[in-house]
């Protein structure tokens, strides 16, 4: 079964304590995994794509790397703004026109002062 | 500046008594989709189009109903709400250029259905 699963569900940091998020796939055919930060009562806001395993992006503290099972979020000295849940999502294999994609259930990453 | 626009933000309503929720972008996007978030269910697609005129089920389209007239504009109606359609929504849009893009997500509406 198509499916993503993050871990941990939850992830208590102090602010600058570096640590990882990690997104594992089983789809075929990967198209694409796609983060995203989903701020308290409001929607995702995007934040990167990888396409092929070894595919990095950067983002100011933020890290995403990819393998071909899995894609992992590294949060260095991180600061307390950036608390919120993460999302990591890929596109349904043979979903033809539709975008639609599988999500994961997020890790709420909460970053103490 | 870019953005999806959804009204109403929140949202109190009876059993049975229509609605709609209202979703509009501005980037000239062809793709616009509907969510419901839930605990412990994350997003689930409710319905999607590709293009005015064209929609199609998600994957839980069931109680819900959905029009593209306007490229810009993607309401959602429930003709006949029920408490199991209480939850989070969020109108999503997209260009048209395969996976090599983002989606953005509107600010959310939560619907309570007593």
């Known amino acids: 079964e198509d499916q993503v699963t993050q871990s941990p569900e939850a992830l208590r940091l102090q602010e600058g304590e570096s640590s990882s998020l990690n997104c594992s796939y089983t789809?075929?055919?990967?198209?694409?995994l796609f983060w995203y930060r989903q701020d308290p009562g409001k929607g995702p806001e995007f934040l990167f794509t990888?396409?092929?395993?070894?595919e990095e992006k950067e983002k100011e503290r933020l890290k995403a790397t990819l393998t071909k099972k899995e894609s992992f979020l590294h949060i260095t000295a991180p600061k307390p703004e950036d608390s919120a849940t993460y999302l990591c999502a890929v596109p349904k294999p043979n979903a033809g026109n539709n975008r639609k994609l599988i999500w994961g259930l997020g890790t709420s990453l909460a970053v103490n002062p | 500046e870019a953005q999806v626009t959804q009204n109403p933000r929140y949202l109190i309503t009876v059993t049975g008594k229509k609605l709609t929720v209202t979703c509009s972008q501005n980037m000239n996007h062809e793709y616009m989709s509907w969510y419901r978030q839930d605990p412990g269910l994350g997003l689930r697609q409710i319905y999607y189009?590709?293009?005015?005129?064209?929609?199609d089920k998600g994957d839980v389209p069931e109680g819900y109903k959905v029009s593209r007239k306007e490229k810009r504009n993607f309401p959602l109606i429930l003709e006949s709400p029920s408490p199991n359609q209480t939850s989070l929504y969020f109108c999503?849009?997209?260009?048209?250029?395969?996976?090599?893009?983002?989606?953005?997500f509107g600010p959310g509406t939560r619907l309570l259905v007593l």
């Open positions: 999503a849009s997209s260009s048209r250029d395969g996976f090599k893009e983002t989606q953005y």
């Open positions: 789809v075929s055919g990967l198209r694409g």
């Open positions: 990888l396409y092929s395993a070894g």
């Open positions: 189009s590709m293009n005015v005129e064209v929609t």
